[in-house]
T-cell receptor, first 114, second 111 residues
Framework: DSGVTQTPKHLITATGQRVTLRCSPR?????VYWYQQSLDQGLQFLIQ???????AKGNILERFSAQQFPDLHSELNLSSLELGDSALYFC?????????????FGPGTRLTVL | TQLLEQSPQFLSIQEGENLTVYCNSS?????LQWYRQEPGEGPVLLVT?????EVKKLKRLTFQFGDARKDSSLHITAAQPGDTGLYLC???????????FGAGTRLTVKP
């Protein structure tokens, strides 16, 4: 158990819909990272927040957005869903903001878009 | 094209065999990380290598960072079924917290 929690574990929805994925970091960790993992693309970095502020952006689509709240939990919002958005979405947390810091990954949310 | 190329993509061996997997790039990294991911779970960090030429050992696992800091290898001695999993290398090539992962090597160790 990494100490990072993600909900829901599974999500099935239809194209065009909007979903919200939730992540609670390890106690004391200020950084939250979001990743997408699909069979053909591997693990792709989406976005990072540090203490409530956006710190780094990766391959995140404009249809996707995220935020980190004062209690440090984070949400990833995916809208106008397409079939290709079906993937595992992981949240990770770390103590500080450097990319070299150990990241602790949650169990992931499996999103299926039908 | 992946920034970090991992090889082989798949590896299936018998218990007790040795193996080496590779992580290569044309970019220089200040550090590289190795993760192992089991089905249905998130990746778990195994090691971070920081200095060019560095060798780190973790029980039967030996990690090496290339002298030029463009590549890394993971050697497993006397593999066990518990070593089965997806091995990922990762790094932040632009030092801007944009972590890049390789596609991984999927290792199966048969009893």
């Amino acid at each position: 158990d990494s100490g990072v929690t993600q909900t829901p574990k599974h999500l099935i929805t239809a194209t065009g819909q909007r979903v919200t994925l939730r992540c609670s970091p390890r106690s004391g960790d200020l950084s939250v990272y979001w990743y997408q993992q699909s069979l053909d693309q591997g693990l792709q970095f989406l976005i990072q927040y540090y203490n409530g502020e956006e710190r780094a952006k990766g391959n995140i689509l404009e249809r996707f957005s995220a935020q980190q709240f004062p209690d440090l939990h984070s949400e990833l919002n995916l809208s106008s869903l397409e079939l290709g958005d079906s993937a595992l979405y992981f949240c990770a947390s770390s103590v500080a903001t450097s990319g070299e810091n150990e990241q602790f990954f949650g169990p992931g949310t499996r999103l299926t878009v039908l | 094209t992946q920034l970090l190329e991992q090889s082989p993509q798949f590896l299936s061996i018998q218990e007790g065999e040795n193996l080496t997997v590779y992580c290569n790039s044309s970019s220089v990294f200040s550090s590289l990380q190795w993760y192992r991911q089991e089905p249905g779970e998130g990746p778990v960090l195994l090691v971070t290598v920081v200095t060019g030429g560095e060798v780190k050992k973790l029980k039967r696992l030996t990690f090496q960072f290339g002298d030029a800091r463009k590549d890394s290898s993971l050697h497993i001695t006397a593999a066990q079924p518990g070593d089965t999993g997806l091995y990922l290398c990762a790094g932040d090539p632009y030092n801007n917290n944009d972590m890049r992962f390789g596609a991984g090597t999927r290792l199966t160790v048969k009893p």
